[in-house]
């Protein structure tokens, strides 16, 4: 899913910012966020 950069929902990862649709995904990659940047995570899943 392509998410703006206008979004108000975003965190800072390694120097890099992550831009996400809503507070629930932005909490889930807050929890792990090296297992969705490295393509781990099993709980990917569409917005």
């Known amino acids: 899913m392509d998410v703006p950069s206008s979004s108000r929902f ?25 297992d969705y940047i490295r393509g781990k995570s099993s709980k990917r899943r569409g917005c």
């Not at 120097?15 to 889930?28: A, I, M, N, P």
């Open 10 to 34: 975003s965190s800072k990862q390694n120097g890099r910012e992550y831009h996400f649709c809503s507070s629930s995904c932005k909490k889930q990659f807050d929890k792990k966020p090296m």
